[in-house]
């Protein structure tokens, strides 16, 4: 499918997707939000891909935000709705099945990094700025960076960087666990792919069930969590993937999952 504001690109199972709008630092409109879920909604039964890298077009920028010039015109009920569509997309992302990787490769701010927020794991280049500062414009993060950035780094370290709206750069984002990781920019991408193809070597239901259980699981009391813990791991216990990656293990060779 023809996509404007975003490129598609596939590689070995691993869907890059890359927010392409580079003369405004990939800011995201409606329609890149939009096509951004077209994109992860037709991933999500294409069998043949397993997993997705998000990452920007361009030198300078992942996503520098919101499209400032859209944002400008929000009338209290759009401005809601906008928040609204934005959170419902980026939760989906959240809840993706399939192991989702932030290649931050420079500025994330704002909306880019809740969108990084909303992937399951964040590799950072060396360049990569990273910030919510939606306050100096007199707002508040809107696609659900509060709350996952609070959930993420707690909520002093989240309230300091959401009211400063301070920028940080990659070896601070990593010092406090908001990336995973820092590379050099000409490494980013190979390390987000080989960390993508590492999981993708594990047990794919094993990996959707690790997803769910993380991300749903940390939204419920822990006994709750620990219920949907051993459910997942129970049903685990009778797919034919569970089998085989144990045989294989007894019988010292690589498994052969093919996500049954
Ligand atoms: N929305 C719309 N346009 C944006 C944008 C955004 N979020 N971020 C950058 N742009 C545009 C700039 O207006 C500029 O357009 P122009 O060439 O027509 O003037 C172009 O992208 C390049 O940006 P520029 O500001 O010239 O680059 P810089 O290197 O001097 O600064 C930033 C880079 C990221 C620090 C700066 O662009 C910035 O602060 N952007 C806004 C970040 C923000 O507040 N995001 C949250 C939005 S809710």
Redesign the pocket.
């Known amino acids: 499918m023809p996509y404007q504001n975003v490129k598609t690109n596939v590689r070995d199972g691993i869907l890059v997707l890359t927010i392409d709008r580079p003369?405004?630092?990939n800011?995201l409109n409606a329609a890149t939000v939009e096509e951004i879920y077209t994109v992860f909604a037709a991933a999500r039964d294409d069998d043949n891909l397993k997993a997705v890298i998000v990452t920007g077009a361009g030198e300078?920028a992942f996503v520098?935000?919101?499209?400032?010039?859209e944002?400008a015109t929000k009338t209290a009920a759009t401005g809601k709705e906008t928040s609204e569509r934005g959170q419902f997309i980026f939760s989906y992302i959240e809840r993706f099945p399939k192991p989702v990787i932030a290649a931050i490769n420079g500025?994330a701010?704002?909306?880019g990094c809740e969108l990084a927020l909303a992937c399951h794991i964040r590799i950072a280049s060396e360049k990569a700025q990273i910030g919510l500062?939606?306050v100096?414009?007199g707002i508040i993060p809107g696609y659900g960076g509060t709350q996952r950035m609070a959930r993420l780094l707690g909520k002093g370290k989240a309230l300091e960087l959401i009211c400063t709206g301070d920028r940080i750069g990659a070896a601070e984002a990593e010092r406090i666990g908001l990336v995973n990781k820092v590379v050099s920019a000409e490494q980013l991408m190979t390390a987000a792919e080989e960390m993508a193809r590492k999981i993708m070597s594990r047990g794919p239901l094993a990996i959707r069930a690790a997803i769910e259980a993380v991300m749903s699981g940390s939204e419920m009391p822990l006994q709750e969590g620990q219920f949907l813990g051993a459910t997942l791991f129970g049903l685990l216990c009778a797919s034919e993937d569970t089998k085989e990656g144990m045989r294989a293990f007894l019988e010292k060779r690589t498994p052969n999952f093919k996500g049954k």
């Open positions: 003369k405004v630092l800011a300078k520098a935000g919101a499209d400032i010039g944002l500025f701010l704002g909306g500062p939606e100096s414009l």
